[in-house]
């Protein structure tokens, strides 16, 4: 079975969940890295007990669930917390997302699209992707998009931009790019040809996995992708 992975990535308010919500119409298997991540620091969890030992009980919310908010306002302003924090929770997001490749690949897609903010960033990531691709947008319509959602000001809408690694950095990094700085149906039209050469690609298989699978057993796996992804 030839599949391989796809990573999706792009920046605050450059239209990423527009390009995810066409692809996921189109039948495609999408693995949300944000969603696993809030999933793995659910109460009664191993990251959510151990968040707790290192972080205490006032970044809970009333529910017992950890307040993102608080937790970030933390990490933000202290470098070293924001490393402990995602020695406690990558390795579970790395896991989990693993599961479920193993689950596409075992039902026969012909690729998986990793959706992760932060691709570019880290890029041990991008080792396991046979394509990369990018939802752009220009800065003035990044901007414009950003103030008109969050009701910030240019001034704070300027900083959180700031914060993230560069768009057109990010696009030197890309084998593919989507550019989402005009309508809708733009958008929707280059999904659509990228889906279609995706699928008419038959030069890749990621044997890795599934001889690492048939070798090492899941288990193996598991701890060599970690040893990779975070190292």
Not at 61 to 69: A, F, P, S, V
Request: glycine share 8%; charged share 20%; proline share 3%.
């Amino acid at each position: 079975s030839t599949m391989f992975l796809v990573g999706l990535s792009g920046g605050i308010a450059s239209g990423k969940s527009t390009v995810v919500a066409v692809l996921r119409e189109l039948g495609c298997a999408v693995i949300d890295a944000d969603v696993i991540a809030r999933q793995v620091v659910q109460p009664h969890s191993k990251a959510h007990q151990q968040i707790l030992q290192h972080f205490g009980t006032k970044i809970l919310l009333e529910n017992g669930e950890i307040n993102r908010e608080a937790l970030g306002s933390i990490i933000f302003s202290q470098p070293e917390k924001r490393r402990l924090l995602n020695s406690i929770t990558h390795p579970e997001i790395l896991k989990e997302m693993l599961k479920q490749v193993l689950k596409y690949f075992v039902l026969g897609y012909r690729y998986v699209i990793l959706d992760i903010p932060l691709l570019f960033e880290t890029r041990g990531l991008t080792r396991f992707m046979k394509y990369t691709v990018l939802v752009y947008c220009d800065p003035p319509t990044q901007l414009a998009r950003l103030m008109k959602r969050s009701g910030l000001g240019a001034a704070e809408a300027e900083a959180r931009i700031s914060s993230q690694l560069p768009l057109e950095e990010k696009r030197r990094w890309a084998t593919h790019v989507i550019d989402n700085s005009g309508d809708w149906e733009s958008t929707r039209r280059q999904v659509l040809q990228l889906h279609t050469r995706l699928e008419d690609s038959l030069d890749f298989l990621w044997a890795r996995l599934a001889v690492g699978t048939a070798v090492a057993g899941l288990g193996g796996l598991v701890f060599l992708l970690i040893r990779h992804f975070i190292s």
